[in-house]
């Protein structure tokens, strides 16, 4: 399997409702460009079940290609990077690049760039969000508030994927399961013999702001075609 290019470009054209002034409009893109991402990629497991091509897209450390650089990572970017990998089938970790740090995703190529479609557009949207909610508050408001929206999203996200499964049959299902558990299991080795990643640190923030930015985002319903 490849990347699809044509999948890539619906999702372009959805996200690109994140210019639109309706928060709602734009949350129930971002919940489609992954509908699409998830469908796709569950059929394409389907489709390499007769194929006799390899594939030929391995799992790299992505380095090469990081979502974000900086003196000092926010953490509710570490926190959502690390939600839309899981999401994707991806690994993000953190990378010491000299007085730099960089947020990274290992992963295949196809499923790296489907996290970098969506982790744009929600840093636009989370933080236009943050500055809706939060006009003259600190930073430390502002990344409490982040996180919070960021945790409300995920549950929200995770309950589309199993949605996008609930679009095939059983009998789909029992064929594609094992690839998916195969693919997980290839890139839990990759990551276990070749990034050897230490504890990640529990993220402490303001509990208030926390609980603000989850409220905020829990009014939007990230359904495809939800309206809040």
Not at 79 to 89: I, Q
Not at 123 to 136: D, F, K, N, P, Y
Request: some cysteine.
């Amino acid at each position: 399997m490849t990347v699809d290019h044509v999948i890539s470009s619906r999702v372009r054209k959805l996200l690109a409702l994140a210019t639109s002034p309706n928060a709602h409009e734009a949350a129930a893109a971002a919940a489609m460009a992954q509908v699409l991402i998830e469908r796709h990629r569950l059929q394409a497991w389907l489709e390499a079940e007769h194929s006799t091509t390899p594939d030929l897209d391995p799992i790299t450390d992505g380095r090469d290609a990081p979502l974000a650089v900086g003196r000092r990572l926010r953490k509710w970017k570490v926190v959502l990077a690390t939600t839309l990998a899981d999401a994707n089938g991806c690994v993000a970790y953190t990378l010491d690049q000299g007085h730099e740090q960089a947020i990274v995703v290992a992963g295949r190529e196809r499923d790296r760039a489907a996290v970098a479609e969506v982790w744009h557009w929600l840093v636009a949207r989370i933080e236009w969000l943050s500055a809706t909610h939060g006009a003259g508050k600190d930073r430390a408001w502002h990344e409490a508030f982040r996180v919070g929206v960021v945790a409300a999203v995920a549950e929200k996200l995770a309950g589309v994927a199993e949605q996008v499964r609930g679009e095939f049959t059983e009998a789909a299902l029992v064929r594609v399961d094992p690839a998916v558990a195969s693919h997980r299991d290839s890139l839990d080795r990759f990551v276990r013999d070749h990034l050897r990643l230490g504890k990640g640190r529990g993220i402490r923030v303001d509990a208030a702001a926390w609980a603000h930015g989850w409220q905020a985002a829990d009014g939007l319903d990230l359904r495809p075609g939800g309206r809040g």
